[in-house]
């Protein structure tokens, strides 16, 4: 490509190192800007993978049928608890005949015999059992989980007697099951499937402010190379050259942040390990996202940059006597307020009395995103025409002209905090906690059969009594523990009065009914209030990061504007005319369109969350979710101010820097 | 010689020194402008005519000597108060980029009568008026970028005027235009300034532009090496002659 020849590269290396301050300035934003995008994008990215890894790891867990006789053991699953912790723990035992052809489980050496019980790192030991060896990370999803595998004869009542599943916890139990392997399958009734689904969600939430940031720090680097552009147009370049300048600098830039980026991304990753997410930290290698994923990221950025560049070139068509003015200001059309409608609309027959699917969700809120920045540009431009039409002071009306004469820019600035604005309000009413209606902390329960209750209920008692711990013993319907479903199916409770001795009296309480563990009602909601405080954590990160991003677009782009008119403000200084009055301009230019597209922009969010929330009966409005939007906003705003302030140093060199110098 | 004593200028500056690191920009300038007076100043580059243009328009501070506008010494005022005496006592046109682009030509021109305070609307009718005398009738709805050289270097003009400037500094005003679109622009800057009564000061390498002030001083090193007044100007009736 002749554009991209050796002079080009030549002279746009020369530029870009004799851009002076302001141009080094800006080279650094738009690498620093790029490097953001990099270490974030490739942190989601790592994510999404380390769900995966963590999922995998996790499969042999979940038995599947062997056909016809390859069956070589039988393994079952449950999930007890210790200090509120969930313990899963496999009981396995090798089928007759083939003990010496079944294979090892996963993060073992060798088939566990009879009796024997190997643990994870992070459980040490199983009460009242001694522990034979350490599993390996193969058999772990992440390093604090905590596992035992527990060996067994074929006819131990633990691999005999039917377990019964319990829809509010997938996957915790699996009843005795003929296995050819430790494969196993992914399962997609789990909570797993919904945590890869809520990583998506965030991705998306964080990658379209962060393609905002590159685009600002891109046309940042535009507004300071125009000026310099011009001079080598009036030498003679082509424009084919100038774009091709302007992509040389662009991919030089952005390579130089992609490369921080990844550094960045490197040296936070232990630190991102530590994350807890369901359930605990991860291995820092599942985070790890491999070379080939490592290089498109890195290409996919270079090329986003490349690309914004190129695109504000185009928008400040450089002559050879600087940069052509806009004649008159462009027309927003209002088919974009028309789509936005129609996208709301059909999202509202769409989702109406429907439960929740994070999936569409997803394509919800990406489609959402669309027809947010489609009306966004369009909302400015009626802004800027009521702000000038009102207009009375001279901040005022500068202000308004300038929302009116380039709309998308000025919605570029405010657009990461729009969408910010849009997940913080969809969250204010949508929550999934709650408490579990399924009894007590302190109050352990067993499923019996209907004609065994008596026996187990002085089998209980007797074993408490043995043990010393105190409790009450008695009898209940409610659906706590979980049974097979058959018929006459009761609940033994034992309701501890020591709550500090309630995994005692649980290891007192082992094999009393085989293949079957205590649990309290809390216990059994357990993934559910995983996922819930997950959720919240998520909802908190992805805002803090879109506000973050947001407030780092708006800076950007503010010093952008500045020195786009940086001729404009030095001579109108020159001329008396007072900084604070252009400042006011500047502020009232970005908090303005903030204020009005962030509040509506709750509001749609608010709007979209209603018919989810609404499908239960009744809206749950969550006091704490309203907190975080109200506490966000309030961060979003101020931080909008302080990007706008920071920006007000420049413009007072700019003003005192850029008009005529004496010769 | 005159039969009555001149009266005193609108705008002087006194033994004006005025040094940028080693560089002497400034070395002892006396010169003064009378209201209704055009001033052309020339020289080569870097001979310290924009400096001489940036001191007597209270931009940069002299190191030494006084600037008096009205008789009142203005060399020495703070900041605040000299960006408000710019802006109200003062008019500026430039070679270009002064107009702000993203607003009409009119309200350009309204934009420092509405930062001393008027409201907008007389604001507006006030920068009305001044279109239709400088050619620009029927232009003031529109934006700076759909405006030719010239018709941005009025609008500039008017601007400079609109808030009742007493001083018109204008620094290389016809640098950018065409010879004819110059000439043009400089004949109304001088007839229109004379009629405001209001001193002119032009800084200017054209001897064209030059031409059409009363006065011209050539500045060389720092210092003013020749004067001359144009003949039939109220300085060249004076003295009649090259200094």
């Known amino acids: ?143 604090g989980e905590k596992v035992a595998v527990v060996g067994h004869r074929p006819g131990d009542p633990a691999m005999t007697t039917e377990r019964g599943t319990d829809p509010r916890r997938p996957g915790d139990i699996v009843t005795p099951t003929r296995v050819a392997d430790f494969t196993g399958e992914r399962t997609a009734d789990g909570y797993g499937a919904q945590y890869q689904d809520l990583m998506k969600l965030a991705t998306v939430l964080v990658v379209v402010p962060l393609l905002v940031l590159g685009a600002s720090s891109a046309r940042l680097s535009v507004s300071r190379r125009d000026a310099r552009l011009a001079t080598v147009r009036l030498l003679g370049a082509t424009p084919g050259r100038i774009a091709g300048m302007t992509a040389a600098e662009a991919l030089l830039t952005g390579a130089a942040g992609a490369v921080v980026g990844a550094l960045g991304y490197a040296a936070l990753l232990p630190l991102a390990a530590e994350v807890p997410v369901a359930g605990g930290s991860w291995y820092t290698a599942d985070l790890w996202v491999g070379v080939p994923t490592l290089l498109a990221v890195l290409a996919g950025v270079v090329a986003m940059v490349t690309a914004s560049a190129l695109g504000g070139l185009r928008q400040v068509v450089v002559g050879p006597l600087g940069v052509v003015q806009r004649s008159r200001a462009p027309r927003m059309n209002i088919v974009r307020a028309a789509l936005f409608v129609a996208v709301l609309v059909g999202y509202w027959l769409m989702s109406r009395g429907k439960e929740l699917d994070i999936d569409m969700v997803v394509y919800f809120f990406a489609a959402v995103f669309v027809a947010l920045s489609f009306v966004g540009p369009w909302v400015v431009g009626v802004l800027g025409s009521l702000v000038t039409a009102a207009a009375r002071r001279p901040a ?103 709550p500090g001795r309630l995994d005692a009296a649980r290891a007192a309480l082992t094999d009393v009914v085989p293949g079957r563990r205590p649990v309290t009602g809390e216990e059994v909601g357990w993934q559910r209030e995983q996922f819930a405080g997950d959720f919240q954590k998520a909802t908190l990160g992805v805002l803090g990061a879109g506000f973050t991003v947001a407030i780092a677009s708006a800076g950007i782009t503010a010093a952008g504007a500045v020195l786009d008119r940086r001729r404009t403000y030095g001579l109108l200084h020159l001329a008396g005319t007072p900084l604070r009055a252009l400042d006011a301009a500047r502020r009232t230019e970005s908090l303005l369109p903030a204020v009005v597209l962030t509040g509506a922009s709750v509001l749609t969010g608010v709007f979209c969350a209603a018919p989810l929330t609404l499908a239960g009966g009744s809206p749950q409005f969550d006091g704490r979710s309203a907190a975080l939007l109200a506490g966000c906003l309030a961060v979003g705003f101020t931080g909008l101010a302080a990007a706008s302030a920071a920006s007000r140093p420049l413009l007072r060199t700019v003003a005192h820097t850029a008009g005529p110098r004496p010769d | 010689m005159n039969q009555f004593p001149s009266p005193p200028p609108v705008l002087s500056g006194t033994g004006l020194c005025k ?85 009409p030509a009119v309200e350009n021109v309204a934009l420092p009568l509405m930062l001393g305070g008027t409201d907008r609307r007389t604001a507006v009718q006030r920068a009305r008026q001044w279109f239709a005398p400088l050619g620009l009738a029927g232009k003031e709805d529109h934006r700076p970028g759909a405006l030719s050289g010239g018709q941005a270097q009025r609008v500039a003009l008017a601007r400079a005027l609109v808030g009742g400037a007493q001083v018109v500094f204008a620094d290389e005003p016809t640098g950018a235009l065409d010879q004819a679109t110059g000439q043009d622009v400089i004949r109304l800057l001088t007839q229109i300034t004379r009629q405001q009564n209001a001193g002119l000061v032009v800084v200017t390498h054209d001897e064209s532009v030059a031409r059409w002030c009363d006065r011209t001083v050539r500045v060389r090193d720092g210092r003013i090496v020749r004067e001359t007044a144009e003949p039939g100007s109220p300085a060249g009736a004076g003295t009649g002659a090259a200094r």
């Open chain 1, 396 to 498: 005022t009306l500068l202000a308004g002209r300038r929302l009116l004469d380039d709309p998308k820019s000025a919605w570029r600035a405010v657009s990461g905090l729009t969408l910010a604005g849009f997940v913080a309000g969809f969250f204010v009413l949508f929550s999934i906690g709650g408490g579990t209606p399924w009894g007590g902390p302190d109050r352990l329960a067993l499923s019996v059969p209907g004609d065994r209750v008596a026996q187990v209920q002085q089998e209980v008692t007797g074993r408490l009594e043995r043990a010393g711990i105190d409790a009450k013993v008695g009898t209940d319907d409610d659906w706590v523990a979980t049974g097979t479903g058959a018929r006459g199916e009761r609940q033994v409770t034992a309701t501890v009065a020591d």
């Open chain 2, 19 to 103: 040094s940028f690191g080693a560089t002497r920009a400034l070395d002892g300038v006396d010169v003064a402008v009378h209201a209704g007076e055009s001033l052309a100043v020339m020289g080569p580059s870097g001979s310290g005519k924009s400096t001489l243009l940036h001191c007597l328009a209270n931009i940069e501070r002299p190191d030494s000597g006084e600037v008096l506008l009205g008789g009142e010494r203005i060399d020495q005022l703070r900041e605040p108060a000299r960006s408000e005496l710019r802006r109200t006592r003062f008019g500026f046109v430039f070679q270009f980029g002064q107009l702000l682009p993203e607003l």
């Open chain 1, 1 to 143: 490509m002749r554009a991209l020849d050796r002079t080009t590269w030549t002279l746009t290396w020369r530029l870009l190192r004799g851009g002076g301050r302001h141009g080094l300035l800006a080279a650094g934003l738009s690498v620093a800007a790029a490097a953001v995008c990099t270490t974030l994008l490739l942190l989601c990215v790592g994510a999404n993978l380390g769900f995966g890894e963590r999922a995998a790891h996790a499969d042999w867990r979940s038995p599947v049928e062997a056909k016809g006789d390859r069956a070589v053991a039988v393994q079952a699953v449950d999930t007890t608890f210790r200090d509120g912790e969930p313990v899963t723990v496999v009981d396995v035992a090798a089928l007759p005949g083939a003990h010496g052809s079944a294979p090892a489980p996963p993060g073992m050496p060798r088939f566990p015999a009879p009796g024997e019980v190997w643990t994870s790192p992070a459980l040490g030991t199983l009460p009242g059992e001694e522990t034979t060896g350490t599993l390996g990370r193969e058999a772990l999803s992440r390093p």
